[in-house]
């Protein structure tokens, strides 16, 4: 089987993550990708990524190529 990741072990991304205090995303950035989990479960694949410096995973649709993305997204979750 071949799992094709829309992101690789060593770039560079921005991330959207909820800050604890007051329930709103924040952004943090850029950091490089140290660690990719796969998981299959019904015949999709899920996956997470471990960034230097960051305890946890994050999943694919808190990554972004751009801090302008990021930004963007995390900003339409706070309304």
Known sequence: MKI????????????IYMLDADEKYGVI???RIVYIEIHVWNGRA?????????CGLFSQDKIFKTREAAEITAEALNK
């Open 4 to 15: 094709e990741t829309e992101f690789n072990i060593g770039d560079e991304v921005w991330a």
């Open 29 to 31: 950035g850029p950091k």
């Open 46 to 54: 899920y996956q997470h990524y471990e960034f230097s410096g960051v």
